[in-house]
Protein backbone atom coordinates (compact mmCIF):
# COMPACT_ATOMS: atom_id res chain seq x y z
CA UNK A 1 0.00 0.00 0.00
CA UNK A 2 2.68 2.35 0.96
CA UNK A 3 5.34 1.36 -1.43
CA UNK A 4 5.29 3.87 -4.12
CA UNK A 5 5.47 6.97 -1.08
CA UNK A 6 9.07 7.78 -1.19
CA UNK A 7 9.46 7.13 -4.45
CA UNK A 8 6.75 9.56 -5.03
CA UNK A 9 8.45 12.06 -2.78
CA UNK A 10 12.09 11.69 -4.46
CA UNK A 11 10.56 12.22 -7.40
CA UNK A 12 8.81 15.80 -6.10
CA UNK A 13 11.44 18.48 -5.60
CA UNK A 14 9.48 21.05 -4.95
CA UNK A 15 7.47 19.39 -2.14
CA UNK A 16 11.06 17.35 -1.17
CA UNK A 17 12.20 20.79 -0.57
CA UNK A 18 9.22 21.74 1.91
CA UNK A 19 10.42 19.81 4.89
CA UNK A 20 13.45 21.31 6.41
CA UNK A 21 16.82 18.71 6.56
CA UNK A 22 16.46 16.54 9.44
CA UNK A 23 18.09 13.72 10.09
CA UNK A 24 16.62 10.18 10.31
CA UNK A 25 17.12 7.71 12.92
CA UNK A 26 17.59 4.38 12.11
CA UNK A 27 14.48 2.20 13.74
CA UNK A 28 15.50 -0.23 16.31
CA UNK A 29 15.16 -4.06 15.44
CA UNK A 30 13.70 -5.95 17.87
CA UNK A 31 14.45 -9.72 17.39
CA UNK A 32 12.74 -11.90 17.79
CA UNK A 33 9.09 -9.71 18.03
CA UNK A 34 6.68 -12.81 17.78
CA UNK A 35 4.53 -12.97 20.52
CA UNK A 36 4.05 -11.05 24.01
CA UNK A 37 6.35 -13.56 25.44
CA UNK A 38 9.20 -12.01 23.61
CA UNK A 39 8.57 -8.93 26.23
CA UNK A 40 8.37 -8.22 29.83
CA UNK A 41 5.15 -6.26 30.94
CA UNK A 42 5.03 -3.63 33.18
CA UNK A 43 1.95 -1.72 33.79
CA UNK A 44 -1.01 0.22 32.00
CA UNK A 45 -0.15 3.46 30.23
CA UNK A 46 -3.05 4.38 28.82
CA UNK A 47 -6.78 2.20 27.50
CA UNK A 48 -9.14 3.50 24.93
CA UNK A 49 -11.83 2.23 23.33
CA UNK A 50 -10.41 -1.46 21.56
CA UNK A 51 -7.88 -2.20 24.23
CA UNK A 52 -4.98 -0.35 25.80
CA UNK A 53 -1.16 0.45 25.92
CA UNK A 54 1.08 -0.94 27.87
CA UNK A 55 4.42 -0.56 29.37
CA UNK A 56 7.02 -2.67 28.39
CA UNK A 57 10.75 -4.27 27.81
CA UNK A 58 11.91 -6.37 24.94
CA UNK A 59 13.60 -9.47 26.79
CA UNK A 60 16.51 -9.89 23.94
CA UNK A 61 17.61 -6.33 23.46
CA UNK A 62 16.31 -4.72 27.27
CA UNK A 63 14.15 -2.33 25.15
CA UNK A 64 11.88 0.20 26.82
CA UNK A 65 8.18 -0.02 24.80
CA UNK A 66 5.06 0.74 24.40
CA UNK A 67 2.58 -2.13 23.18
CA UNK A 68 -0.79 -1.33 22.07
CA UNK A 69 -2.99 -3.91 22.71
CA UNK A 70 -6.15 -4.14 20.33
CA UNK A 71 -9.57 -6.92 20.93
CA UNK A 72 -9.60 -8.12 17.65
CA UNK A 73 -13.61 -8.95 18.33
CA UNK A 74 -13.91 -5.22 19.17
CA UNK A 75 -12.34 -4.06 16.42
CA UNK A 76 -14.27 -6.00 13.82
CA UNK A 77 -17.25 -4.95 16.08
CA UNK A 78 -16.90 -1.40 15.75
CA UNK A 79 -15.38 -1.59 11.89
CA UNK A 80 -12.41 -0.26 13.14
CA UNK A 81 -10.58 -3.19 10.90
CA UNK A 82 -9.16 -0.65 7.75
CA UNK A 83 -8.19 1.56 10.75
CA UNK A 84 -6.10 -0.05 12.16
CA UNK A 85 -4.05 -1.65 9.09
CA UNK A 86 -3.88 1.75 7.88
CA UNK A 87 -2.23 2.44 11.03
CA UNK A 88 0.13 0.02 11.00
CA UNK A 89 0.99 0.75 7.26
CA UNK A 90 1.45 4.38 7.90
CA UNK A 91 4.06 4.23 10.94
CA UNK A 92 6.17 1.46 9.18
CA UNK A 93 6.07 4.11 6.30
CA UNK A 94 6.94 7.30 8.21
CA UNK A 95 10.34 8.41 10.11
CA UNK A 96 9.83 11.66 11.25
CA UNK A 97 11.60 13.49 14.69
CA UNK A 98 8.55 13.91 16.17
CA UNK A 99 6.66 11.75 15.39
CA UNK A 100 6.51 7.96 17.64
CA UNK A 101 8.28 5.04 16.00
CA UNK A 102 7.07 2.04 15.65
CA UNK A 103 9.47 -1.25 16.38
CA UNK A 104 7.37 -4.21 15.23
CA UNK A 105 4.07 -5.82 15.20
CA UNK A 106 2.53 -9.28 16.21
CA UNK A 107 -0.85 -11.02 16.83
CA UNK A 108 -2.31 -14.20 18.71
CA UNK A 109 -6.21 -15.34 18.29
CA UNK A 110 -7.72 -12.84 20.38
CA UNK A 111 -5.64 -9.12 20.10
CA UNK A 112 -3.38 -7.48 17.48
CA UNK A 113 0.08 -5.82 19.09
CA UNK A 114 1.63 -2.35 18.01
CA UNK A 115 5.22 -2.50 19.65
CA UNK A 116 6.14 1.94 19.59
CA UNK A 117 8.67 3.49 21.20
CA UNK A 118 8.32 4.19 24.99
CA UNK A 119 8.08 7.96 25.62
CA UNK A 120 8.83 8.79 29.18
CA UNK A 121 7.40 12.19 29.36
CA UNK A 122 3.95 11.07 29.11
CA UNK A 123 0.97 12.85 27.29
CA UNK A 124 1.27 16.35 26.41
CA UNK A 125 -2.24 17.03 27.64
CA UNK A 126 -1.41 16.10 30.81
CA UNK A 127 1.43 18.69 31.33
CA UNK A 128 -0.96 22.02 29.57
CA UNK A 129 -3.74 20.82 32.54
CA UNK A 130 -1.20 21.53 34.83
CA UNK A 131 0.03 24.54 33.45
CA UNK A 132 -3.40 25.93 32.97
CA UNK A 133 -2.65 27.57 29.46
CA UNK A 134 0.87 28.23 27.86
CA UNK A 135 2.95 31.11 27.71
CA UNK A 136 3.14 32.44 23.72
CA UNK A 137 6.81 31.26 23.10
CA UNK A 138 6.08 27.70 24.72
CA UNK A 139 2.84 27.53 22.36
CA UNK A 140 4.78 28.76 19.69
CA UNK A 141 7.24 25.84 19.35
CA UNK A 142 5.26 23.22 20.23
CA UNK A 143 2.69 24.44 17.93
CA UNK A 144 6.05 24.39 15.55
CA UNK A 145 6.64 20.98 15.77
CA UNK A 146 3.27 19.64 15.08
CA UNK A 147 2.94 22.20 11.83
CA UNK A 148 6.35 20.04 10.95
CA UNK A 149 4.79 16.83 11.65
CA UNK A 150 1.72 17.55 9.19
CA UNK A 151 4.24 19.36 6.40
CA UNK A 152 5.70 15.63 6.13
CA UNK A 153 2.57 13.91 6.34
CA UNK A 154 1.19 16.08 3.80
CA UNK A 155 3.89 15.50 1.56
CA UNK A 156 3.47 12.40 1.47
CA UNK A 157 -0.18 12.12 0.94
CA UNK A 158 -1.66 11.59 4.18
CA UNK A 159 -3.85 13.25 6.58
CA UNK A 160 -3.49 12.37 10.38
CA UNK A 161 -7.15 13.76 11.22
CA UNK A 162 -6.58 13.40 14.91
CA UNK A 163 -5.04 16.14 16.49
CA UNK A 164 -5.46 16.52 20.42
CA UNK A 165 -3.60 17.35 23.21
CA UNK A 166 -3.80 13.71 24.52
CA UNK A 167 -2.46 12.37 21.26
CA UNK A 168 1.04 14.37 21.85
CA UNK A 169 3.68 12.62 24.13
CA UNK A 170 6.66 14.31 25.45
CA UNK A 171 10.42 12.96 24.96
CA UNK A 172 12.85 12.79 27.78
CA UNK A 173 13.52 16.23 26.64
CA UNK A 174 10.14 18.15 26.30
CA UNK A 175 9.82 17.59 22.44
CA UNK A 176 6.47 16.27 20.69
CA UNK A 177 5.96 12.92 19.65
CA UNK A 178 2.45 12.23 17.78
CA UNK A 179 0.75 9.17 18.43
CA UNK A 180 -2.17 7.22 17.86
CA UNK A 181 -2.53 7.13 13.80
CA UNK A 182 -6.08 4.80 14.26
CA UNK A 183 -7.12 8.08 12.27
CA UNK A 184 -4.69 9.01 9.37
CA UNK A 185 -5.10 7.77 5.95
CA UNK A 186 -3.08 8.06 2.66
CA UNK A 187 -5.29 10.18 -0.02
CA UNK A 188 -5.10 11.57 -3.26
CA UNK A 189 -8.37 13.65 -3.16
CA UNK A 190 -10.74 13.29 -0.47
CA UNK A 191 -12.17 11.19 1.70
CA UNK A 192 -16.02 11.02 3.89
CA UNK A 193 -15.53 9.32 6.99
CA UNK A 194 -16.22 11.37 9.67
CA UNK A 195 -13.38 10.60 12.69
CA UNK A 196 -11.73 12.73 15.31
CA UNK A 197 -12.79 14.34 18.35
CA UNK A 198 -15.15 16.92 18.30
CA UNK A 199 -13.71 20.33 19.82
CA UNK A 200 -11.08 19.69 16.97
CA UNK A 201 -13.68 18.58 13.87
CA UNK A 202 -13.34 21.10 10.94
CA UNK A 203 -16.69 22.09 8.98
CA UNK A 204 -16.52 20.03 6.05
CA UNK A 205 -16.25 16.92 7.81
CA UNK A 206 -19.21 17.68 10.28
CA UNK A 207 -21.15 18.49 6.90
CA UNK A 208 -19.94 15.18 5.36
CA UNK A 209 -18.67 17.23 2.18
CA UNK A 210 -15.60 15.26 1.88
CA UNK A 211 -12.63 16.41 3.46
CA UNK A 212 -8.55 16.29 2.88
CA UNK A 213 -5.34 17.76 4.21
CA UNK A 214 -7.12 21.22 5.48
CA UNK A 215 -8.76 19.28 8.27
CA UNK A 216 -5.46 18.93 9.98
CA UNK A 217 -5.10 22.97 9.58
CA UNK A 218 -8.04 23.49 11.28
CA UNK A 219 -7.27 21.60 13.75
CA UNK A 220 -3.80 23.25 14.77
CA UNK A 221 -5.46 26.15 14.89
CA UNK A 222 -7.94 24.85 17.60
CA UNK A 223 -4.61 23.71 19.65
CA UNK A 224 -2.87 26.61 19.28
CA UNK A 225 -6.36 28.46 20.49
CA UNK A 226 -6.82 25.66 23.26
CA UNK A 227 -2.67 26.05 23.92
CA UNK A 228 -3.18 29.78 24.96
CA UNK A 229 -6.29 29.81 26.58
CA UNK A 230 -6.25 26.52 28.14
CA UNK A 231 -9.66 25.59 26.74
CA UNK A 232 -10.69 25.07 22.71
CA UNK A 233 -12.48 27.73 20.97
CA UNK A 234 -15.66 25.80 20.52
CA UNK A 235 -16.55 23.96 23.62
CA UNK A 236 -19.71 23.13 24.64
CA UNK A 237 -20.61 20.24 27.10
CA UNK A 238 -22.73 18.43 24.73
CA UNK A 239 -20.91 17.33 21.32
CA UNK A 240 -23.87 18.55 19.27
CA UNK A 241 -23.80 21.83 20.97
CA UNK A 242 -20.02 22.11 19.75
CA UNK A 243 -21.02 21.16 16.30
CA UNK A 244 -23.24 24.04 16.13
CA UNK A 245 -20.77 26.03 17.23
CA UNK A 246 -17.81 25.22 14.98
CA UNK A 247 -20.53 25.51 11.99
CA UNK A 248 -21.92 28.78 13.05
CA UNK A 249 -19.76 30.97 15.36
CA UNK A 250 -16.33 32.49 14.80
CA UNK A 251 -14.02 32.01 18.15
CA UNK A 252 -13.97 34.42 20.80
CA UNK A 253 -10.23 35.87 22.35
CA UNK A 254 -9.43 35.99 25.74
CA UNK A 255 -7.92 39.62 26.19
CA UNK A 256 -4.16 38.38 26.64
CA UNK A 257 -3.99 36.94 23.13
CA UNK A 258 -1.73 39.00 20.67
CA UNK A 259 -3.00 40.47 17.67
CA UNK A 260 -0.70 37.90 15.85
CA UNK A 261 -1.76 34.69 17.61
CA UNK A 262 -5.69 36.25 16.91
CA UNK A 263 -4.54 36.75 13.16
CA UNK A 264 -3.23 33.25 12.57
CA UNK A 265 -5.85 31.22 14.69
CA UNK A 266 -8.58 32.81 12.10
CA UNK A 267 -6.85 32.29 9.15
CA UNK A 268 -6.33 28.08 10.26
CA UNK A 269 -10.29 28.79 11.52
CA UNK A 270 -11.14 29.48 8.34
CA UNK A 271 -14.34 27.75 7.39
CA UNK A 272 -13.77 28.40 3.54
CA UNK A 273 -11.31 26.08 2.36
CA UNK A 274 -10.21 28.55 -0.72
CA UNK A 275 -9.03 30.78 2.18
CA UNK A 276 -7.84 28.44 4.74
CA UNK A 277 -3.95 28.72 5.33
CA UNK A 278 -1.99 25.86 4.79
CA UNK A 279 -4.47 25.17 1.81
CA UNK A 280 -3.34 27.78 -0.58
CA UNK A 281 -0.62 28.05 -2.91
CA UNK A 282 1.96 28.61 -0.35
CA UNK A 283 0.46 25.66 1.71
CA UNK A 284 2.67 25.15 4.99
CA UNK A 285 5.18 27.63 3.97
CA UNK A 286 2.28 30.62 4.80
CA UNK A 287 1.99 28.93 8.03
CA UNK A 288 5.44 29.19 8.60
CA UNK A 289 5.89 32.82 7.36
CA UNK A 290 3.41 34.25 9.49
CA UNK A 291 4.91 37.18 11.74
CA UNK A 292 3.37 34.62 15.04
CA UNK A 293 6.08 32.31 14.03
CA UNK A 294 8.83 34.78 13.91
CA UNK A 295 12.14 33.62 15.46
CA UNK A 296 11.64 30.33 14.72
CA UNK A 297 14.65 28.35 12.72
CA UNK A 298 13.13 25.64 11.57
CA UNK A 299 16.39 23.55 10.76
CA UNK A 300 17.45 23.66 14.52
CA UNK A 301 13.93 23.01 15.22
CA UNK A 302 13.12 19.95 13.45
CA UNK A 303 16.38 18.79 14.59
CA UNK A 304 16.30 19.25 18.39
CA UNK A 305 18.77 21.71 18.97
CA UNK A 306 16.32 24.24 20.45
CA UNK A 307 15.50 23.81 24.23
CA UNK A 308 11.83 22.27 24.76
CA UNK A 309 9.61 24.73 26.82
CA UNK A 310 8.82 21.77 29.16
CA UNK A 311 11.16 19.60 31.14
CA UNK A 312 9.24 16.33 32.04
CA UNK A 313 10.57 15.23 35.77
CA UNK A 314 11.31 11.78 35.03
CA UNK A 315 14.79 9.75 36.93
CA UNK A 316 15.64 7.53 33.77
CA UNK A 317 14.60 5.52 30.68
CA UNK A 318 12.32 3.70 32.64
CA UNK A 319 10.16 5.67 34.88
CA UNK A 320 6.32 6.06 34.12
CA UNK A 321 5.49 8.67 36.71
CA UNK A 322 4.20 10.77 34.42
CA UNK A 323 1.36 8.59 33.19
CA UNK A 324 -1.63 7.89 35.24
CA UNK A 325 -2.28 5.15 37.17
CA UNK A 326 -4.32 2.53 36.02
CA UNK A 327 -3.63 0.00 38.52
CA UNK A 328 -7.85 -0.65 39.07
CA UNK A 329 -8.16 -1.75 35.47
CA UNK A 330 -9.04 -5.55 35.25
CA UNK A 331 -7.26 -8.07 32.36
CA UNK A 332 -8.54 -7.81 29.15
CA UNK A 333 -11.54 -10.02 28.33
CA UNK A 334 -11.33 -12.81 26.09
CA UNK A 335 -14.11 -13.27 23.84
CA UNK A 336 -15.17 -16.28 21.90
CA UNK A 337 -13.00 -17.82 19.40
CA UNK A 338 -13.23 -15.68 15.61
CA UNK A 339 -14.17 -17.77 12.62
CA UNK A 340 -11.64 -18.34 9.97
CA UNK A 341 -12.63 -15.53 7.80
CA UNK A 342 -12.58 -12.81 11.18
CA UNK A 343 -8.84 -14.09 11.65
CA UNK A 344 -8.17 -13.70 8.18
CA UNK A 345 -8.95 -9.73 8.21
CA UNK A 346 -5.81 -8.84 10.39
CA UNK A 347 -3.74 -10.82 7.57
CA UNK A 348 0.31 -8.80 7.47
CA UNK A 349 -0.03 -8.40 11.35
Given at each position: ?39 TVDRILGTGSF ?95 VLLVFEYLHSR ?193
Amino acid sequence: MFKNVFHKEKNNPRRQSEVPPFSVTEKIKLEPCTGIDDFTVDRILGTGSFGRVVFAKHKATKTNCAIKILSKALVIKTKQVLHIKAEKDILKAVNFPFVVNLLGTFQDKDCVYLVMEYIVGGEFFTHLRMSGRLKESAAKIYAAEVLLVFEYLHSRDIIYRDLKPENLLLDRDGHIKVTDFGFAKQIEHRTYTLCGTPDYLAPEVILNKGHGKPVDWWALGVLIYEMLAGYPPFYDDDPMGTYQKILHSKPEFPSHFTRSSRDLIKKLLQPDLTKRFGNLKGAARDIKMHPWFNGIDWTQLVNKTITAPIKPQVAGPDDTSQFDNYDDIPPMEHTDNLSEEEQSLFKGF
